[in-house]
Each structure stands twice: as C-alpha cells, then as structure tokens.
C-alpha cells in the first residue's frame, strides 16, 4: 500500500514507467507480430538511427552543442564492427576479399587484433569517446562554441569521409565494407537471427534513453542546462563548463558509435557515404524536427524522419530532399522546440492555458489632488 502512495504521490516518474512500458510492448511484441521481416529489418536501420538522436539530444538538446559531426563516431563505430566481421568470416587466419582484390592480400597489424569479438566490442565504445574526448578538451578549453564549433565539427566529418575514400586498400574505398555472412558466430541469412538483431536494437535504445534521462533529472542535467545558458555564471560558482561539455559530447559520441555498430549487421554495408556531412546532418534535422530539448523528442523525429525518407523516396525519388528541406523549415520557423512542442501545447488544460496568460495591467488610478494650504494664523493677544 505505501509503495503504491509513493508512486502516486510521483506521477513523473509513473508517467516515465508507463511510456519505457508502453514502448518496450510496442517493440517486442506488437511490431514482431505486424511487420515482415524485411520492414522489421527497416525498422531495426531506424532504431539505430535513433540512437544516434539520442545522443544529439543530449549534446545539442541540453548542452547547447551544435554537433554537425555526429557522422565520424557513428562511422568509427560502424567501421571497427565491419573489420570484425570480415575477418571472422575469412577464418582464423584469413584475409577479407577485398584486400586480396585491391592490396597486397596481407591483413594490416592494426586490423589484426579486431579478430576477437571482446576486442572489437571495446574498441567500438573506447575509440570513439576517446577522439570525442580528445577533441572536447582540445575545442571546449577554448571556449569554443556555436557556429564555430560546429563548422568545426563539420569539417572533421568531411575529413573523415575523404580518408575513407581514399584508403581503398584498408576501408574499401567509396565501396566500403559489406558482403557480412555472421555476427559474433550467427548466420546473417537466418531471418530468426535478423530478429534477435533488431530486440537487440530496441533494447539498446531502450537502454539509452533511459540513461539520458537520468541524466538529465541529475545534478549534471542542471549543470548541463545553465552552462548553455549562463555559461559565465557557471564558471564562477566553480564550475569547469569545459568538463561538463566534454562529459555530455563523449556520451553522444559513445551513442553514435553503438548505433553505427549495430547499423552494420541490420543493414549489410557501410561506406563512406553513411558517415560524411551529409548523413550528420541528416541526424540533426530529425533531432529538430522532433524537438531537440525533450527525452523522446529526438527518438520519434528520427525514426518519423527515416520513415518519410525510406517511403516518400520510393514514390518520389528525386522529390524526397526539397520535402525534408520545406520540413525542417516550417518546423524551425514556427515550431522552433519541435513536434514535441506542440504536443505539449494541445495537452495543457483550459485553466494551464489560462494561467499561462499574463493578467491585463491594471491602469493607474489619477491622482489625488493636493488639499488646499493651510492659511496661517496670526499670532498675538486680544485686547
């Protein structure tokens, strides 16, 4: 009995279970039983997408970090589990197809230790924060911030890109990594293990979200707020702003490069075409469409946005950019916090609304006018 007072003494945190409850049904029980395999497996591609989102919404969401970057850990992350791949299908000592097609048919000494599945697994969630942390203290000591760091950010994703291109003998070049036949021992053709992949997406995701938002009802989300908005302030209350930006960039980062792991064995291939400038800054204008600020915001946007892509693309081919463009500005123009935003404003109450409305001013009563003055009186004594 007192549990159950406490948890309605809390309906936030009641409101919070239902939703994790209510997405948890919807991903393990009723998409499995709708869905074919094949738009299960699309769906799997968008969860991984959202992860990505989820991380942006925190950097960019909270913090205030125009992120135009996210590409680079989401490539690492999807890079390093390809190179795991193909050299655990090629065998114990065996060398990927395509280095006997396009080098020397040796397998690189920095590949090498990518042949064990704990090793990869680490470097997937160790390499990526770690350049993300790097860059964080290199950018965010300096006070780096708003437009600057995000060209900033956007240029390392466009370097990365051209690296990959042009180190055909070790990534693949413009063709990438693909043609994967397991992961971690499962055969990829099986469409049980197709399955397994994408509950293991949604519990990811699950999982990420559920990080973020306890990150966010912290001490670090508060701290993570007014740095973006009174970062001065934060400094000489003895805060280090740097600190807490590289903390939540290095999460995003983190993110990212699970999402890109995971993107690889869903989708079959990557290339450097799925982690230049523009795939980054298609993570963010799902993040803003959806609304940047809230816990589920990013996760929707992302997904809705990858949907309307994948579907609209099928009817109209060459119409589906001008769309996404016309989208994101009317969402930026009017609804600058979001879908979100609105879903927001249709569920307050006609007595929110109405408090939420400043009262008219009341006009100044006219002055009192001044009393007449006092004639003196004369002084002195009768006769």
């Not at 738009?39 to 913090?63: D, E, P, Q, S, T």
């Not at 003895?238 to 890109?260: L, R, S």
Request: one cysteine or more; hydrophobic letters at 55%.
């Amino acid at each position: 009995m007192s549990t159950l007072t406490g948890l309605l003494a809390r309906p936030g945190r009641t409101r919070t279970l239902a939703g994790f409850a209510l997405a948890a049904v919807l991903l393990f029980a009723v998409a499995p039983a709708v869905l074919s395999d094949f738009r299960l497996n699309l769906l799997a591609k968008f969860l991984c997408l959202a992860m990505v989102a989820v991380g942006i919404g925190l950097a960019w969401g909270r913090g205030g970090m125009l992120t135009l970057g996210q590409g680079v850990f989401f490539g690492l992350g999807a890079y390093i589990m390809a190179m795991h791949l193909k050299l655990a299908d090629a065998g114990p000592d065996g060398v990927p197809d395509f280095m006997s097609l396009y080098g020397s048919g040796e397998v690189p000494a920095w590949w090498e230790p990518l042949r064990s599945a704990p090793v990869a697994i680490l470097a997937i969630l160790v390499v990526p924060c770690a350049l993300a942390a790097l860059l964080g203290f290199a950018v965010f000591t300096r006070r780096v911030r708003g437009a600057y760091f995000a060209i900033l950010s956007q240029a390392l994703a466009a370097a990365f890109a051209i690296l990959l291109i042009g180190q055909q003998k070790v990534t693949g070049g413009t063709n990438g990594l693909n043609g994967f036949r397991s992961f971690f021992g499962y055969d990829l053709a099986d469409p049980v293990n197709k399955r397994m992949i994408f509950f293991i997406a949604a519990g990811v995701l699950l999982l990420m979200v559920a990080l973020v938002r306890q990150l966010m009802v912290s001490r670090f989300g508060e701290l993570l707020v007014a740095v973006r908005d009174q970062e001065n302030r934060v400094r000489f209350l003895g805060y280090d702003p740097a600190v807490i930006k590289v903390v939540a960039y290095v999460v995003a980062a983190g993110m990212a490069a699970v999402g890109g792991a995971l993107f690889v064995p869903v989708v079959g291939i990557v290339s450097p075409a799925d982690v230049g400038v523009v795939p980054s800054i298609g993570f963010l204008v799902g993040v803003a469409i959806g609304g940047r600020a809230t816990l589920l915001g990013p996760v929707l946007g992302a997904i809705g946005v990858s949907w309307a892509q994948t579907s609209l693309s099928e009817s109209f081919p060459s119409g589906w950019i001008y769309f996404q463009g016309a989208l994101f500005i009317v969402v930026v123009a009017f609804l600058p916090g979001g879908l979100a935003s609105l879903v927001s404003k249709l569920r307050r109450t006609p007595r929110e609304q109405t408090a939420a409305v400043p009262d008219a001013p009341v006009p100044d009563a006219p002055p009192t006018p001044a009393a007449p003055p006092v004639p003196a009186t004369a002084g002195g004594h009768d006769d």
